[in-house]
Nanobody, 126 residues
Framework: QVQLVESGGGLVQAGDSLRLSCAASRGTFVNFHMAWFRQAPGKEREFVAA????????YHADSVKGRFTISRDNAKSTGFLQMNSLKPEDTAVYYC???????????????????WGQGTQVTVSS
């Protein structure tokens, strides 16, 4: 079974950039979707972006469109979330997740994702 290891979180100032990574161990993302979700204190976990590992088609939440970009490196079985122009409201624990590509890429239902990483904290100060 695929295991996911996230990295790249940290403390930054508003307007800065960060790149999160999600590496697959004990497997690959082939024929899977990979997504990023985030959860701020006291709030529900929300969808951020997803990518079809096979086709490279991406889908981003409106709240991050134009600022965040999801991508992947097939050879390294690693997905990325490039976050630019960060805002204090982007502060959250960011999780990567995968599911078999049985759904359309725009289906962002959290329960459709079956494997989750441990999360990485992103804090944006004003």
């Amino acid at each position: 079974q695929v295991q996911l290891v996230e990295s790249g979180g940290g403390l930054v100032q508003a307007g800065d950039s960060l790149r999160l990574s999600c590496a697959a161990s004990r497997g690959t993302f082939v024929n899977f979707h990979m997504a990023w979700f985030r959860q701020a204190p006291g709030k529900e976990r929300e969808f951020v972006a997803a990518i079809s590992w096979t086709s490279g088609i991406t889908y981003h939440a409106d709240s991050v469109k134009g600022r965040f970009t999801i991508s992947r490196d097939n050879a390294k079985s690693t997905g990325f979330l490039q976050m630019n122009s960060l805002k204090p409201e982007d502060t959250a624990v960011y999780y990567c997740a995968t599911r078999a590509s049985l759904y359309g890429i725009t289906n962002s239902r959290i329960t459709s994702y079956t494997t989750w990483g441990q999360g990485t904290q992103v804090t944006v100060s004003s």
